[in-house]
């Protein structure tokens, strides 16, 4: 297209320029200085004297960003209905805790830095893991049934693991 904004109406003449991720020189314009501000920005603000309070929010704004593409592509693209989603990222964020604060990792480990990034993958496995136990039994279900399903799967997943493993 060769405006800068998307004329009102559906206009697109297939399905890939329907789901094109820059449609517009604004948009364009608009994620490289998002990108820049990500990769320039950021690592520029941890050096200043509040920098790990800054990198703490980034990485807050990051993680919350994970949760919202997951609902978005359970919800947007594949169209199922889901309350129970923030549950496997309260496995994910207990297991990478977990794994941070109380594994008594090797040395080495912590020297070079390792620890958080190994807890962040055994995070998403652990998460992943918890999703397919409740995913597969809910696998052909449908509408208010679904919602049902993973609405269970978070107050099995608050009350009867986390709450008591945190006590």
Not at 33 to 44: K, W
Not at 114 to 122: E, K, T, W
Request: glycine share 12%; charged share 5%; aromatic share 14%.
């Amino acid at each position: 297209m060769s405006s800068v904004w998307l004329p009102c109406g559906d206009y697109h003449q297939n399905y890939v320029e329907d789901q094109g991720w820059w449609q517009s020189k604004l948009i364009k314009g608009k994620m490289i200085l998002l990108l820049a501000i990500v990769f320039i920005g950021i690592p520029l603000l941890a050096l200043s004297p509040e920098g790990e309070y800054w990198v703490s929010v980034a990485t807050m704004v990051g993680y919350t960003a994970m949760g919202a593409l997951g609902v978005q592509l359970l919800i947007g693209f594949a169209g199922l209905l889901t309350l129970g989603h923030a549950a496997f990222i309260a496995v994910g964020a207990y297991t990478s805790t977990m794994l941070v604060l109380q594994f008594p990792w090797p040395q080495f480990i912590v020297d070079w830095g390792l620890a958080y990034p190994i807890s962040i993958v055994a995070a998403g496995v652990a998460a992943g893991l918890w999703s397919v136990l409740f995913g597969l039994p809910s696998a052909r279900v449908k509408g208010f049934y679904l919602i049902l399903t993973t609405m269970g799967a978070q107050f099995i997943t608050v009350d009867f693991v986390l709450t008591p493993l945190g006590h």
